[in-house]
Each structure stands twice: as C-alpha cells, then as structure tokens.
C-alpha cells in the first residue's frame, strides 16, 4: 500500500492543489503504471464564524484538469435535519479537494447524524458532531478520504463554532478558515481582515510603541462582504475557481442559503 | 442411477476411478497451496470513445458512436453504447467495452429485480400494470445506484474503467443528466461530453445551453440538431470515432432509440482555409 504514494499526482492537468504530493522517485528500475484512486476537482471553500452565526462559503465549479466538469457543482451541505433535503439542519459541512471522497463523506458524516438522534432523542452538537467528523476521517488514515473539511454550527451557547480539518482528521476550532486550490490566496486575505494581523492602532505612537488591533467578533454584513471579497478576488488569480458562489449563513433561525454569480471564464 | 442429484452426470466412480483433484486449489478441494493472483483492470483494452448528451425542455438527447477500438485499430463497428434501462433513463457508456457489458448485465438484473419487487399502485393484474404508473426507478436513482457501484470498485482497487452519462427524467419528471467515472466522481451539468467530447463537443453544447435557464427554452428538434452536429465534429477530428453512431431522445413519451444512425452532409470544404493550428490568420 505504501507504493500507492510514492508517485505524484497523473499530469493531466494543473493540479496546484496538492502540491505536496510525493514526487516520483526513479531508483528502482522500471515501474509500471497503476491505477491512481485520487483525482483534484479544483475549487476552493472558506469558512468564518461570528458572535451569533457562522457562514460557509464555496465556489460551485468542478474541474478535472484543465476542462471545467460543472459550473453548479455544490460543495456546501446540510448535516443532519429531516429527510433526503435534510429540513431543519442545523450543522453545515463544506469539502473540497476529490469530489467522490467528499461526496462519501458528507453520506457517512450525514447518516451518523440522523442516526444520532434517533438514538438518543436530542440533536447532536457541533462539538460532538466535529469529534466524530475526525474520527470518520482518522478510521481511513492508510487510505484517507482526500479532502479538506470545514464543519460550521453554532455551539451550546449559541455562539459561531467553525471547526477545520486535515484530509486524516487533525481538527481544530477557529474564527476562520480558507480550504482547496485558493487556500493559499485567500487565508492570507482573512488574517488580516479577519484576525487583524499586522494591523495597528493609529493613534497609537511608532516603533516600539505601536499597539496591536485586537480582534473581535464580526457583524454578519461585514463577514459577508469579505466573503464575496475574497472569492471575486481568488476567481481573478485561480483558473480552478469561478462559476458561482455559495453561501451558507447558520443562525439561530437555521441554515440560510444563498447564490452568487462568479465570473465564467 | 442412484439418489445423489450431484452425481447423476458424472464419470462413474466404479468404472473411471474418483474424480482427481490434486491440480485444483485446496479451496476446491484440491493440493494446490498457491491460487492464482487476483487481476484487476490495469488499463482499458477495447474501448468506446466519446458520448454526449444535451438536456431540453421537456427531455434529454444522448448520441454516442457504434465504434469499439482496440487501441488504434477500429476492430468493432455495430457496438451499442447506449442502453435503455427503463422508459424513462439510459445510459451511455465511454470508456472499455468488457466493463460495459458487466454494467449492462448488472442493469439488467437490477431491473428484473425491480420488477419483481416494486409495488404496483392499483393495478389487478399484468395488463392493468402496464397502464398504470408503477412507480419506476428514475434516472435519478439509477445514476446514484450507478455512482455507488463505480466508487466501491475504485476503493477496492479493481475499477470499472468507464466514463457514463446517465440520462432521462428524475421522480419529478424532470430532465436529468448526470456522469459517473472509475474514480466515482459524479456532477451534473446542461451538457455533458465524456472523453475527447470534453474537449471538442462540450464548447459547442454549451453555446446552445451555457445554463439550466436555457435548456427550458431548449426545443427537442434544436437539440437534437446540436448534438448531431457536435458528432460529426467529433468524426472530423477524433481518430478514435466512426460515423455511423446511436442517439436517443427520453421524454415523457419514453425512449426514442436509433441504432444504426449515418453522418450526414459531411464537408472537408472548411479545411483548406485552415493554417496553422486553425487560429493563424496570414
């Protein structure tokens, strides 16, 4: 199994995304071509939680190298609720990376869910609900689901929780987060807008004497605008990324979904 | 003859000697310790090329060509690549042709299947069946059914090297269109090419139905007319294709399919103009 990862990635196509895939090592003589079980289908997803919401986003392009499979591919999906349209939910999971792995997860993640409550008579929280998304991903870490997930909820307390992923299941909480193939594009754009990182207080001196902005909660508007933001601008820099934006907006009311023409090009 | 089913038949033991196993494995009974290692699709051998398929207003039109390849060498010439499931989905297959024929039985069984087990509304009996509208397996469901086959064989590392378009109408009567490849990737779009058709075919779909909101206005005479023409587009420029080819249209009147379909008006009149790789203008 472990040869199944010593090789990169078939070169069909622009594949930016997981760059950090193993490159082929041309030691031992003559291999012969196996089947690869992974393909990029390109996009890019993001994620930013606030003091009483959390909104997933993601562009509804599916690629498979340089051809554009689908303009209105959604990456976006409800997790748990009532019936195969998922009424009611209240937890939203976002995959990007090999669509058919996604696909599967968010079955197997969506199924737990629903199964959760018919055997304990109480929806799931997004705390536990993450915890299990992890251990979902982690159970096939020698043949791993190749996606980056964003899960986003509100928690107990009914503020925005927003949990990030690694394709084995490492996890985390956070304010935000950027997935996919303008990850590295867009994280940077939030660090800053969102967590003010090398932001100053103005009216504070110079040199040693600057004050750090401290971040806090952002309103719903403004997390909205950088949103659209920062995927106008990653459809500008990443062929992988275009067509539409969806947005998904999880407040105490439910599971708000809308849509946004990207460029097509 | 004896009362052993199982030996009626067979060489008898008394005149022949018992049955000597030793060359079979043990799990058969035999001496053999080592079993054959278990094969698995490398690669594709005698393969179908590219299928479209264009969705219109009331319905889905599918075309494919009746060429099986074996590598370059254009070895079958009547292969039928689109198979009807039921009166309202069919499948066309790209991709190899052995694969397709263990789908196509798989989809055969699975129809008998359902025909034995789905309910019958109020229907007294076989005839009255017929008129009412049992409730049949959509193409939707056909291509989830399809999907779910596809990414299980590639999880196991044994894929079925196909690329398919599942079309005709879902529970609502709606039209669908959706692909499935041996990776287990499914989307769903207006238009839809597999292999070469992707890169030929697809820009010229989408000019005739670039959304959803086009393919409303969409009638079933244009579209058909659009996917005719992208397969002799396809026949001008893909080495691997043929011009005889099957299309068929799905509707709420079921499904209109042609087998034995010819090219027409077929011109090379543009190619003298052509410099170049076609975009050189001096």
Known sequence: MASLFQQSMPSTGPGYSFASAPTHHSSSGPRQHAFYPYTDNGGSTLGISGATFTILAGDTRSTSGYNINSRYAPKLFRIGGDGPEN????????????????????????????????????????????????????????????????????????????????????????????????????????????NLKNQYDPASGEGLEKVMRVPEPLPQETVEQLVRDAFTSAVERHIEVGDGLQMMIIT?????????????? | ?????????????????????????????????????????????????????????????????NLASYGSLARFTDVHRLKPFNKRAVVGFGGDVSDMQYLDR??????????????????????????????????????????????????????????????????????????????????SAPSMATGFGAHLAQPLLRRVAPDEAATQELSKEKAVEAIKECMKVLFYRDARSMNEYSVAVIDQSGVELKEDEKLENQSWAFADRIKGYGTQTV
Not at chain 2, 148 to 166: H, I, S
């Open chain 1, 87 to 194: 009424e009611g939910a209240r937890i939203v999971l976002s995959v990007v990376g090999f669509a058919a792995d996604g696909n599967a997860l968010k079955e197997r993640l969506d199924t737990m869910v629903k199964m959760y409550r018919y055997q304990h008579g109480k929806e799931i929280s997004v705390h536990a609900c993450a915890q299990r998304l992890s251990h979902i991903l982690y159970g096939k870490r020698f043949f791993p689901y190749y996606v980056t997930a964003i899960l986003g909820g509100l928690d107990d307390e009914g503020k925005g929780a927003l949990y990030s992923y690694d394709p084995v299941g490492s996890y985390e909480r956070e304010q935000c987060r950027a997935a996919g193939a303008a990850s590295s594009l867009i994280m940077p754009f939030l660090d800053n807008q969102v």
């Open chain 1, 252 to 265: 105490k009311e439910g599971v708000q979904e809308t849509f946004t023409p990207l460029k097509k090009d």
């Open chain 2, 1 to 65: 003859m004896n009362h052993f089913p199982e030996a009626w038949g067979r060489p008898r033991d008394d005149i022949y000697g018992s049955y000597n196993a030793s060359y079979l494995p043990q799990s058969r009974g035999g001496l053999q310790s080592h079993h054959q290692p278990t094969t698995h699709t490398q690669q594709p051998i005698v393969t179908g090329t590219s299928v479209l398929a264009l969705k219109f207003s009331t319905g889905v039109v599918i075309a494919a060509d």
């Open chain 2, 106 to 187: 798989l989809l055969n069984s699975l129809d008998v299947e359902e025909n034995y087990t789905s309910p019958t509304g109020d229907a007294k009996s076989d005839d009255d069946r017929a008129l009412v509208d049992a409730p049949l397996m959509s193409a939707k469901n056909l291509h989830t059914y399809l999907a779910k086959v596809m990414y299980k064989r590639r999880t196991d590392f044994n894929p079925l090297w196909n690329a398919l378009l599942v079309c005709g109408l879902d529970e609502k009567d709606q039209p669908f269109l959706a692909s499935a490849d041996l990776l287990g990737t499914t989307f």
